[in-house]
């Protein structure tokens, strides 16, 4: 499953949200930008969201930007 993914840095909080059904998540994240621990946040809040391993989660395109493109593999 592909997901289009907008990540909010620095939040004060860890949450992801649904936008459009199955295809398109906001995620506020409380790790900085930097040394990709947005990335890793990221990957440890989807694999709890969807039940899957961290292995089964991947950062596509865009991983220094906001919105990126992740891959849930089941």
């Known amino acids: 499953m ?4 907008k990540a909010k ?5 860890s949450e992801v949200i649904e936008v459009v059904k199955d295809k398109e998540y906001t ?4 790790a900085e ?3 990709n ?7 440890n809040l989807l ?3 969807f039940n899957t391993t ?3 989660v991947k950062v596509k395109r ?9 891959e849930i593999l089941k």
Do not use: F, M
């Open 27 to 30: 995620i506020y994240l409380k």
């Open 47 to 49: 694999s709890k969201y």
């Open 37 to 43: 621990k947005a990335n890793i946040e990221i990957i």
């Open 62 to 70: 865009r991983k220094t930007s906001r919105n990126k493109v992740v």
């Open 9 to 13: 840095p620095k939040s004060g909080r």
């Open 33 to 35: 930008a930097e040394n």
């Open 2 to 5: 592909i997901l289009s993914v």
């Open 54 to 56: 961290y292995d089964n």
